[in-house]
């Protein structure tokens, strides 16, 4: 149900592949609530995804372009003003990709060239982003801008690889680029910590099922879905939230904050049952 949160707003939503995208959802819901919104993805995920359907849909301008080269993004923001009318007053970077996790190399034996990708895709993508923004004042004053990421830039998350080191690069250049553009113009910069979401992306982490389960079941709220991120997201990008900036968000439904549930802790002691001698003692090794 709409409350008008973002009405008269103009937005860019950057990375909606198809409608498994949290960046689909987030656009959907911010046009719901009364924005007017650009989309913007590679050309290959344009062709490749259904964006064009999304665009059509909400009557929104799908601008390909390459979030690395900072000419295509110069013109992502020409574009948006032009056909928007003016500033823009919430960006959304909704943009990860690692070929170190598609091609199944793991974290210690790295191919460094494509670490270099997954960074610069990933994370520095996002500066690039804010420094384009920044020097055209392309954002209007009190202005929002979300990155997406993930709590394993804090903590280590079986075989979500290199894109942890992105996450904690994209949440420092959040912080450090908040503080600039904070004092200079009153844009507000945050990351949302979602919870572990089925999307095209996020299936291909190994063991997603797994992860997905073991957080359900620890989250005292359960996990977050695409649309409850889209729904918080609408809130970031209202004036609601005029004073949060330069913090890393958490939205999963409590799991950031435990420990151990009284569930996982039961599951934990049947798992072991089998791996006992014959005294009752577990076996570790």
Known sequence: MSSNLLKGKRGIVFGALNDMSIAWKVAERVVEEGATITLSNTPLAVRMGTTNELAEKLNAKLIPADATNVEDLKQVFTESMDVLGGKIDFVLHSIGMSPNVRKKRAYDDLDYEMLNTTFDISAISFHKMLQVAKKMDAINEWGSVIALTYMAAQRT??????????????????????????????????????????????????????????????????????????????????????????????????????????????????SFDEFKDENGNIIYG
């Open 157 to 270: 998350v079986v075989a979500y690889n290199d894109m942890a080191d992105a996450k904690a690069l994209l949440e420092s250049i959040a912080r450090s680029f908040g503080y600039i553009y904070g004092r200079e113009h009153n844009v507000r910069i945050n990351t949302i910590s979602q919870s572990p979401t089925v999307t095209t992306a996020g299936s291909g982490v190994k063991g997603i099922d797994s992860l997905l389960d073991f957080s359900e079941r620890m989250s005292p709220l359960g996990n977050a879905t695409a649309s409850d991120c889209a729904d918080y997201c609408v809130a970031m990008f209202s004036d609601l939230t005029r004073k949060v900036t330069m913090q890393n968000l958490f939205h999963d439904g409590g799991f950031s904050s435990m420990a151990m549930s009284y569930r996982a802790m039961q599951q934990y002691n049947k």
